[in-house]
């Protein structure tokens, strides 16, 4: 196999449908490697998009998403991918994956950007600058429903009972309309801009039934809702929203435990509660569902930057501008916000 030539371009239209199936059947490949994320960014966001594959006789061995972003803000910066957790580099081989991260470092030093960036579940790059910040939480579902509810740890089960007595109504929603307004008026509360409503609708219209929201209702009110990514046999659970007596209600915990049912019994085997930072409100509430932390491997080729970006509400920098985002009106955020939150990715 060593004896025939891997050679790397970039990937055409005619593609994907090739792309899609090296994926699906690629181990090291996750949802956010699927081609249709290309047209999501592109379309929602305008960024550039560079997706790269290897290939040795016709046949893709290795995919590589990458995504340019410029901002005077933000910096400029070449990464695999936005708005994902996971992605790099996911190949057969050793030689593809060298040879995708050799035209990777190549594309970022011809661009001049201040730095590549692999968003990874397992390290590559020992040699590159690294963060530790972010943790994921990924556990397996018993194909037993009753099974699925016991093992999850008594105080937390009983939250997911209380919203069960409280008669919450779980629904699947063909829009996004009542997922965005959620979400949107979730994440001011929390200081940050929100994504344009937009994405979310692409995100339906390009990924179809993999890409479904459920909404949980209190008496016929909206209170809680998640959008949610399917792949191969697992469930990933990637937006939510939450009015703020849902906890009261039990709301958020009645939802993933819908999720988590659902899913047990159209039979996927993987939970994916998804990316949080540790000492966060998110992070202690997945490990008292009993998930595991695990940590993720965001490593950074520095070009033109001196050091590591540290783009993320934790930083101390931005705390005025989150207090200050909080008091703006809802109107005003959900305009501006887009405008922002583009360059972070």
Known sequence: MSDLQVSVRAMQAEDSANWDAFVLACPEATFFHRAGWKQVIERAFSHRTHYLLAERTGTIVGVLPLTEVKSRLFGHSLISNVFCVYGGIAANDDEARTALDTAAQQLAQELQVGHLEYRQLKPFHSDWASQDLYFTFRKAIDPDVEANMLAIPRKQRAMVRKGIKNELVAEIDATVDRFFKLFADNVKRHGTPALPKRYFALLKEVFGTDCEVLTVLHQGRVVSTVLTFYFRDE????????????????????????????????????????????????????????????????????????????????????????????????????????HIVKHLG
């Open 235 to 338: 469930v990933l659970p990637y937006y939510a929203g939450d009015t703020e007596d849902a906890r009261q209600l039990a709301a958020n915990d009645f939802k993933y435990w819908e999720l988590m049912r659902r899913g047990c019994e159209r039979g996927y085997k993987i939970f994916d509660y998804g990316r949080s930072k540790r000492g966060t409100g998110q992070f202690d509430f997945k490990k008292n569902w009993g998930f595991e932390p695990q940590p993720l491997h965001y490593e950074y080729f520095l070009v033109k930057a001196p050091r590591v970006p540290e783009h993320n509400p934790t930083n101390p920098k931005y705390r005025l501008f989150i207090e200050m985002w909080k008091r703006l009106p809802t109107p005003v955020a959900n305009t501006l916000g887009p």
